[in-house]
């Protein structure tokens, strides 16, 4: 009785929905305080009752429920796409792949490849690429997208249509169309990609660096990572030497640093190179923000006075932070050269105090920072590391890690100097006639010798030089590619050095990682 009446006064309500006293538009009702506020989610017209929204009418997949003190939008039924109600499982269009279950309103899937199904959970409508023979989903022929048989007597479907970048041949088949074309006859290209262009029946690429052409092959739109200049596609580097990136033909973004090492700013679709000491710039290099180490002074960066200081104070003669081993003193006007024991770093008072990590020698205790670290570590942030196996000493440079020292000179084999080691406990190693050296591929040739030995040469089948160290009393001019089997006076191998060169190395390499 109670939803009748509910029901009752939303049709009356919606008679006078019209009405002089409805005040506010339509997705909004109207409060007792005279404000107008917006209908419940999924509510298209609602007005009021009791001073609360009631809803009159929902959007397509929803239901009015009225069996509450108000109207209020419900869900269909899992599955279904559009509901009449009153309950949400009174369905009148599932979702495709879905179908009603005999004798019941409940939604079960339809059988495989099968779009819409009957309430017999029989297929009446298959997916694209497959056709209904006695209601069941059949696929259709290679890159085919709809098809049918001509007689029931067929065993096999023909093609009617094929997929996006086929043609249908006169046998009936799909044939791949040209690079860069999208729809084609079986003789000539009808649609090609926004890249491409047609002419004389064939997809022709428009401007390197161009997204879309038009169809006379002009380009109208450049790629992203290009921009136009002269009418012409180009790199962004090309039209701006100090761009990274750019869109629509105009520079989006900035490098960090300019050829110069100078601060870029990104101004009104332009990179501009600020002055010397600044970091942020407008418009004809004029300076908004200096570094720490200056002040901006009428759109200059003025350095500060105080030696040893790290942030210039409020004036250009004063210092906020100084730099590594100094203590600040004197109102900021003095930074005083301090020397902490191995072990110890300064702190912000600039007292010498432990260093907050194992192995570091010098340290800047403000940002628990390692400036020295012990030999065989190094600083990686916050962090102290061991080298790898065999490194006295070494440091990241480009984020790469670099021995710059071997740990034992006599060692049977040597660290390579200047490639990354596999890992921090192992490394790559070359023949221990090397000082240094460096790898080509997979082998590793001499880069500098031992003292009192000299590089010698010998060339390899692929035409490549192998570089070790002999003893510089021995003459050893550089070979010609014919020299395969004498490569130095007074001493001839019995096999092609090629062939030594790689079973050395390969030896040094197994013995370094069981050392």
């Known amino acids: 009785m109670k939803a009748v009446v509910v029901a009752i006064i939303g049709i009356v309500a919606l008679a006078s929905f019209a009405s002089a006293e409805n005040l506010c538009p339509d997705g909004k009702w109207l409060k007792s305080d005279k404000t107008c506020q917006d209908c419940p989610k999924d509510c298209n017209l609602c007005n009021a009752i009791n001073d609360q929204a009631n809803c009159l009418q929902c959007q397509n997949d929803k239901i009015l429920d009225l069996s509450g003190a108000v109207g209020t939008c419900v869900d269909c039924a899992a599955n279904c796409k559009s509901c009449t109600g009153p309950k949400p499982e009174d369905c009148v269009k599932a979702n495709p792949d879905f179908g009603p279950k005999v004798g019941t309103k409940e939604l079960i899937a339809c059988p495989r490849n099968c779009q819409y199904c009957s309430a017999e959970n029989k297929c009446s409508n298959c997916h694209y690429g497959f056709f209904l023979e006695k209601e069941a989903c059949i696929a259709c022929p290679s890159n085919c997208g709809e098809c049918k048989k001509e007689k029931e007597t067929d065993t096999a479907a023909t093609c009617v249509k094929c997929n996006s970048e086929y043609a249908l041949a006169a046998d009936k088949t799909c044939k791949k169309c040209e690079d ?83 601060a870029v700013s990104f101004v009104n679709g332009n990179c501009v190179e600020c002055p010397e000491n600044c970091v942020k710039c407008g418009e004809n290099g004029v300076c908004t923000e200096c570094n720490k180490k200056a002040l901006v002074d009428n759109g200059k960066c003025v350095v500060g006075t105080v030696s040893g200081c790290e942030e210039v104070g409020k004036t250009a003669d004063t210092c906020a932070r100084c730099g590594p081993n100094f203590r600040l003193g004197e109102e900021g006007k003095k930074c005083t050269f301090i020397r902490c024991p191995d072990g110890q770093g300064w702190d912000d008072k600039g007292t010498c105090v432990e260093c907050p990590m194992a192995n570091c020698k010098k340290c800047d205790a403000r940002d628990k920072r390692c400036i020295v670290t012990v030999n065989g570590y190094y600083a990686d942030g916050a962090d102290v590391k061991p080298c790898p196996k065999g490194c006295a000493k070494c440091e990241k440079k480009n984020n790469k890690l670099v021995c710059t020292q071997v740990a034992n000179e006599n060692a049977r084999t040597n660290l390579v100097l200047n490639i990354q080691p596999k890992t921090a406990e192992g490394g790559y190693f070359c023949d221990a006639s090397c000082g240094s050296c460096y790898s080509i591929q997979d082998s590793h040739q001499c880069a500098t010798c031992r003292p009192g030995q000299v590089i010698s040469y010998s060339p390899l089948d692929n035409g490549d030089l192998a570089m070790f160290c002999i003893d510089s009393k021995l003459t050893c001019p550089k070979p010609t590619k014919t020299d395969t089997q004498e490569f130095c006076a007074g001493l001839t191998p019995p096999k092609k050095y090629s062939m030594i060169l790689g079973i050395s190395v390969f030896a040094s390499f197994i013995v370094a990682l069981f050392a």
Do not use: R, Y
């Open 180 to 262: 860069g074309c999208i729809e084609c006859t079986e003789t000539a290209c009808t649609k090609t990609m926004a890249t491409h262009f047609i002419s004389n029946g064939k997809a022709t690429k428009g401007p390197d660096g161009c997204a879309i052409v038009d169809d006379k092959g002009a380009c109208k739109k450049c790629a992203d990572e290009f921009g136009i200049k002269e009418g012409k596609c180009q790199k962004c580097s090309e039209i701006n030497a100090n761009c990274a990136s750019c869109k629509e033909g105009k520079c989006t973004a900035c490098k960090e640093t300019s050829t110069s090492l100078k």
